[in-house]
């Protein structure tokens, strides 16, 4: 029984831990569009910049 606490424990105190994934902003290929996503948006998008905090890519973030 104090395994499982102990265990319970551990597990909420890594989730505090937690932080959202940032945003960056990516750069179309074909036409220069720019867009605010978490992740890439396919072959014809490239990295233009980032990492932000919010999905409006306006707030930089902190790079880890």
């Known amino acids: 029984m104090k395994t499982w606490i102990a265990a ?5 105190c890594t ?3 937690a932080a ?3 945003w960056y902003k ?8 720019l ?7 396919g072959f014809g998008w490239e990295l233009d910049s980032g990492p932000y905090k919010d999905s409006r ?6 790079v880890k």
């Open 8 to 12: 319970l424990l551990l597990a909420a």
């Open 15 to 17: 989730a505090a831990l």
């Open 20 to 22: 959202p994934a940032p």
């Open 26 to 33: 990516w750069r179309s290929k074909v036409d220069g569009t």
């Open 35 to 41: 867009s605010c996503a978490q992740s890439t948006l």
């Open 57 to 62: 890519c306006e707030k930089p973030g902190r």
